[in-house]
Nanobody, 128 residues
Framework: QVQLVESGGGLVQAGGSLRLSCAAS????????MGWFRQAPGKEREFVAR????????YYADSVKGRFTISRDNGKNTVYLQMNSLKPEDTAVYYC?????????????????????WGQGTQVTVSS
């Protein structure tokens, strides 16, 4: 059974930074792409960022492009989300997720059903 444990959320002022971490266990971490999603109250879960299984490709939602950076350390079985220039509209619960497809490098990566393991979520609150 795969386990994903997020950490690093918190309260920050607009313009500030946070780094989220997601530690994975239970299967060969570096064979699978990883994603970050977020869900604000009353809204659907939305795609934030993805990194390929090799770490060679990254993808971002337009709303975070240029401000957020996803990375992974396969030696530590950990994926990160560096969030800079945070805005109040970034306030949400952030989830990391593991792709259900091994060695997948295609263009379908933004839907929650493309991921089959999820962390418990970490709250990010950005005050204005």
């Amino acid at each position: 059974q795969v386990q994903l444990v997020e950490s690093g959320g918190g309260l920050v002022q607009a313009g500030g930074s946070l780094r989220l971490s997601c530690a994975a266990s239970g299967r060969t971490f570096n064979n699978y792409g990883m994603g970050w999603f977020r869900q604000a109250p009353g809204k659907e879960r939305e795609f934030v960022a993805r990194i390929s299984w090799s770490g060679g490709s990254t993808y971002y939602a337009d709303s975070v492009k240029g401000r957020f950076t996803i990375s992974r350390d396969n030696g530590k079985n950990t994926v990160y989300l560096q969030m800079n220039s945070l805005k109040p509209e970034d306030t949400a619960v952030y989830y990391c997720a593991a792709d259900r497809r091994i060695f997948y490098s295609g263009s379908n990566y933004g839907r929650p059903d493309e991921y089959n393991y999820w962390g418990q979520g970490t709250q990010v609150t950005v005050s204005s």
